[in-house]
């Protein structure tokens, strides 16, 4: 299994921006398609971000779609999630997750390795 470890996250102001980093282990990252979903407290766990093998694909949340952008380096092992504009509704823990045989998925249960999350909190 591959272990995942995210940071960035903080308590910020609408309309801040932060940067995530989810750093992974081993040598095959390159193989795995790479995620970031969201909690919020008392809320399902939903899709924020996937992105492919090669980082050269991508797809978002409509929620997120045109503030959020994912990316990878495979050289560093690590995919990063840029978030713009945040609004008081990005509020949750953040949490990067990994498709071991690089499936490109929106869905939570097909992703094998998750990271422990780092909070996101918006204020208004």
């Known amino acids: 299994q591959v272990q995942l470890v995210e940071s960035g996250g903080g308590l910020v102001q609408a309309g801040d921006s932060l940067r995530l980093s989810c750093a992974a282990s081993?040598?095959?990252?390159?193989?795995?398609?790479m995620g970031w979903f969201r909690q919020a407290p008392g809320k399902e766990r939903e899709f924020v971000a996937v992105?492919?093998?090669?980082?050269?694909?991508?797809s978002y949340a409509n929620s997120v779609k045109g503030r959020f952008t994912i990316s990878r380096d495979n050289a560093k092992n690590t995919v990063y999630l840029q978030i713009n504009s945040l609004k008081p509704e990005d509020t949750a823990v953040y949490y990067c997750?990994?498709?071991?045989?690089?499936?490109?998925?929106?869905?939570?249960?097909?992703?094998?390795?998750w990271g422990q999350g780092t909070q996101v909190t918006v204020s208004s």
């Open positions: 997750a990994a498709q071991n045989a690089g499936i490109f998925t929106v869905v939570a249960a097909a992703f094998n390795s």
């Open positions: 081993g040598r095959a990252f390159s193989s795995y398609a």
């Open positions: 992105i492919n093998t090669s980082g050269r694909g991508t």
